[in-house]
């Protein structure tokens, strides 16, 4: 059965410093992809960043990263220099490559303090 | 760029009640797909659709209908509402299997 595990409810960074949002996932699939949504409190689901289970490299969008360790079955979501408009629950999903059906962690809410 | 939109955005129903959330959506994507989100269990699927006409079960499909008679559209029907059903439903659509999902801005439903 494939699964997405967050194991932090809640995290708070300072404003301008880095932190990381663990997501680790479970399946037996060769390929599928690894997705980060957030969720601000007005309740839409933003997509931020995107990874392939074949893709060599960690993925980049700006200033989110995605620190994939495929032997780990880890895919981290590293937001850089955080902002106040970073407070928001975020969401980390899996879809294997044969199926549209996104299974989706339990999520993480970020407070970024000023 | 309307995207994915949702009606209502908040809906409250009497229990056995019955209604339709709408969703539709003008990307031209043929994956189309219903969650709800209920607090500590992020967002399970409920039906999804791959093109026009075809539709299968999600994860908690019980006490929902869906159908899909065009590439736009793909309504979500309770059937009969129950106060389990209170939730966040959210629509969602994307071109393929390899991207990512767009969604819509939810609705917020109480059965009481």
């Known amino acids: 059965a494939q699964k997405i595990t967050q194991t932090q409810p809640g995290m708070f960074v300072q404003e301008k410093e880095a932190v990381t949002l663990d997501c680790t996932y479970d399946t037996s699939d060769q390929s599928y992809g690894l997705f980060w949504y957030k969720q601000p409190s007005s309740g839409e689901m933003i997509f931020l960043i995107y990874q392939g289970s074949y893709d060599e490299q960690n993925a980049t969008e700006g200033r989110y990263s995605l620190n994939f360790q495929k032997a780990r079955k880890s895919a981290n979501l590293v937001i850089s220099a955080s902002q106040l408009g970073d407070s928001a629950m975020y969401f980390c999903a899996m879809r294997a490559s044969g199926t549209y059906k996104y299974i989706f962690g339990t999520g993480t809410r970020l407070k970024v303090l000023a | 760029n309307a995207g994915v939109t949702q009606t209502p955005k908040f809906q409250v129903l009497k229990t056995g009640q019955s209604m339709t959330l709408q969703c539709a959506q003008d990307?031209?994507?043929?994956?189309m797909s219903w969650y709800r989100q209920d607090p500590g269990m992020g967002l399970r699927l409920i039906h999804y659709?791959?093109?026009?006409?075809?539709?299968d079960q999600g994860e908690v499909p019980n006490g929902y209908n869906v159908s899909r008679s065009t590439t736009e559209d793909f309504p979500l029907r309770l059937l009969s509402a129950a106060p389990s059903q209170t939730s966040v439903y959210f629509c969602a659509s994307s071109r393929d299997r390899y991207t990512e999902a767009f969604f819509g801005q939810g609705t917020r439903l109480t059965v009481v």
């Open positions: 990307m031209n994507h043929e994956y």
């Open positions: 659709s791959v093109g026009a006409g075809i539709t």
